[in-house]
């Protein structure tokens, strides 16, 4: 069996004002530095998103480009 390749990496927050934003720690300490360390040999793609309520949300889920393989989606809730 080969080993899937991510491609893509979409990170989504949605977290109370007053809690620590895990998904906004992750994406930048480890997806961006990540990807730069790597610049060179990796064709990774990633973004972030912060979401207030539901509408946002379904939004963003409704309007990611495409959903091809090799595509990570976090979702970063409590």
């Not at 949605?14 to 300490?29: C, F, I, W």
């Amino acid at each position: 069996m080969e080993a899937a390749k991510i491609k893509t990496i979409i990170v989504i927050e949605s977290l109370p004002a007053s809690e620590r934003k895990t998904g906004a720690e992750l994406y930048n300490d480890i997806i961006v530095r990540y990807t730069e360390f790597h610049k060179k040999q990796d064709d990774l793609k990633h973004k972030f998103y912060s979401v207030e309520n539901k509408a946002a949300f379904l939004d963003i889920l409704t309007n990611i480009d495409s959903v091809e393989p090799g595509l990570m989606l976090h979702i970063e809730t409590h």
